[in-house]
T-cell receptor, first 114, second 111 residues
Framework: KAGVTQTPRYLIKTRGQQVTLSCSPI?????VSWYQQTPGQGLQFLFE???????NKGNFPGRFSGRQFSNSRSEMNVSTLELGDSALYLC?????????????FGSGTRLTVV | SQQGEEDPQALSIQEGENATMNCSYK?????LQWYRQNSGRGLVHLIL?????REKHSGRLRVTLDTSKKSSSLLITASRAADTASYFC???????????FGAGTTVTVRA
C-alpha cells in the first residue's frame, strides 16, 4: 500500500511569493493534517481536513490556507511568503477524523524562503 | 506552542543499553502517541496508548501512561545504532482530538 506522498520535496521561493504544497494520503484515509516543523518552534499544527471540510485549525495567520478534494488529496497554500515561513511542512493522513488513530506522515516538503 | 514537555532533551547511550524518555501534558487526553523522526524526515508512528490504558508494549518499546500525573514514558530496550533518532510524544486532546507534539528527545546510540 502506497504511503503518504508529498510534493515537491524541496522548494526555494522568494519573499512575497506564494506557494502551494500537495499531499496524497494513503488510499482510504479521509483525514489529512498539516504540520509545520522549525528548529525554534518544533512541530506546530496547521489544520486538519476531513471529507473536504476543515475540522480543526492551529494558530497561524490567514496567509496559510488549505483545501481537500473529493479524492482526499489535500493542498496547502502560503501567500505573501516571509523568511520565517522557511520550514519542513509535513502532511499526515488518518482513516478517521482527528487523531483517534495513529497518523501516517509523508516525508515532508522543505520550503526555503530567501 | 507545545502542549507538553519532554525530558531529557538529549540522550546518549551505548548500544545494548536501555533508553528512557518522559513526556508531560496539560489537558485531558483521548490518547497519547509516540513518533520517531530520522534526520528531518517524516515522522514514523511507533505506538498509541489510550487514556484508559496504563502500559503498552511493541517489540522493544514499552510505553506507560499515568493520567493522574499527566505523564507518559517511552522505554527502548537493548538499543541499536538504528535507534538513533528524535522521539516525539504527541497528546490527543479529549475535546477536539487535536494532536499536539512535544519538543522531542534526541537519542544517540553509540556503537
Amino acid at each position: 500500500k502506497a504511503g503518504v506522498t508529498q510534493t515537491p520535496r524541496y522548494l526555494i521561493k522568494t519573499r512575497g511569493q506564494q506557494v502551494t504544497l500537495s499531499c496524497s494520503p494513503i488510499s482510504g484515509h479521509r483525514s489529512v493534517s498539516w504540520y509545520q516543523q522549525t528548529p525554534g518552534q518544533g512541530l506546530q499544527f496547521l489544520f486538519e481536513y476531513f471529507s473536504e471540510t476543515q475540522r480543526n485549525k492551529g494558530n497561524f495567520p490567514g496567509r496559510f490556507s488549505g483545501r481537500q478534494f473529493s479524492n482526499s488529496r489535500s493542498e496547502m497554500n502560503v501567500s505573501t511568503l516571509e523568511l520565517g515561513d522557511s520550514a519542513l511542512y509535513l502532511c499526515a493522513s488518518s482513516p478517521g477524523q482527528g487523531a483517534q488513530y495513529g497518523y501516517t506522515f509523508g516525508s515532508g516538503t522543505r520550503l526555503t524562503v530567501v | 506552542s507545545q502542549q507538553g514537555e519532554e525530558d531529557p532533551q538529549a540522550l546518549s547511550i551505548q548500544e545494548g543499553e536501555n533508553a528512557t524518555m518522559n513526556c508531560s501534558y496539560k489537558t485531558s487526553i483521548n490518547n497519547l502517541q509516540w513518533y520517531r523522526q530520522n534526520s528531518g524526515r517524516g515522522l514514523v508512528h511507533l505506538i498509541l496508548i489510550r487514556s484508559n490504558e496504563r502500559e503498552k508494549h511493541s517489540g522493544r518499546l514499552r510505553v506507560t501512561l499515568d493520567t493522574s500525573k499527566k505523564s507518559s514514558s517511552l522505554l527502548i530496550t537493548a538499543s541499536r545504532a538504528a535507534d538513533t533518532a528524535s522521539y516525539f510524544c504527541a497528546n490527543v486532546r479529549a475535546n477536539d482530538y487535536k494532536l499536539s507534539f512535544g519538543a522531542g528527545t534526541t537519542v544517540t546510540v553509540r556503537a
